[in-house]
């Protein structure tokens, strides 16, 4: 092939190459462009990091160089285990706020349960029959079974008990029924009337913990 043709042949190659399927780059999404940034820092802050540890290992950095080096890497450290130890001693205060609030409200519905019955003994039934209803109430709060709210009645506390825990909400129900008869509907608040809202109340602070 002479001198002419190889040109020719150059000319047309480079004609080819220079079409726009050849020249013309894949346009990139905003995420691509986002994503190739933040590796791109990433591997920036990688290399700087570990830079003086290979500089240490290749010998190009004195003795001061390498104590300002571990000095640092004892801080960062430091660091580190300052803040596991804060957040695991707020997550170990919280845990026993929580162990004293409930042993609080155990304390209040057991309270409740031997007033109730230090009232009856007296013959005060009216009043003995309420705090022997909110010994149940704080009970079942207690083991999280169900949560009183001063906005609720007592049927809605049922009723939200029921849907939470079809199994266990029926001895809270009665316990609501009996007690409504007995506070609202006429009922005559005795000492037979007492005895079978205890049998009750005593049924529905047994329920297990959620």
């Not at 001061?64 to 000095?71: P, R």
């Not at 162990?99 to 007296?122: G, P």
């Amino acid at each position: 092939m002479n001198p002419a043709d190889d040109a020719r042949a150059l000319e047309a190659l480079g004609a080819i190459l220079s079409r726009p399927e050849f020249t013309r780059r894949p346009a990139l999404s905003p995420w691509d462009v986002f994503w190739s940034g933040v590796w791109e820092l990433i591997w920036d802050f990688l290399r700087w990091l570990f830079r003086p540890v290979g500089e240490a290992v290749e010998g190009r950095l004195g003795w001061v160089d390498l104590a300002l080096l571990a000095i640092a890497a004892i801080a960062i450290l430091g660091g580190i285990w300052f803040v596991a130890r804060t957040v695991r001693g707020h997550m170990a205060g919280d845990g026993a706020t929580a162990a004293r609030e409930a042993v609080r409200r155990r304390e209040r519905s057991d309270h409740l349960w031997a007033e109730a019955h230090a009232l009856a003994t007296q013959g005060r039934l009216a009043e003995a029959v309420r705090t022997l209803y909110l010994s149940a109430l704080y009970a079942l709060e207690e083991r999280d079974v169900l949560a009183v709210q001063e906005s609720l009645t007592n049927r809605e506390h049922a009723e939200r008990l029921a849907r939470a825990r079809p199994n266990a909400g029926g001895a809270f129900a009665e316990v609501v029924q009996r007690y409504d008869r007995l506070r609202y509907g006429g009922a005559i608040a005795d000492a037979s009337a007492f005895g079978e809202l205890s049998d009750l109340v005593r049924r529905a602070r047994a329920l297990p913990a959620a």
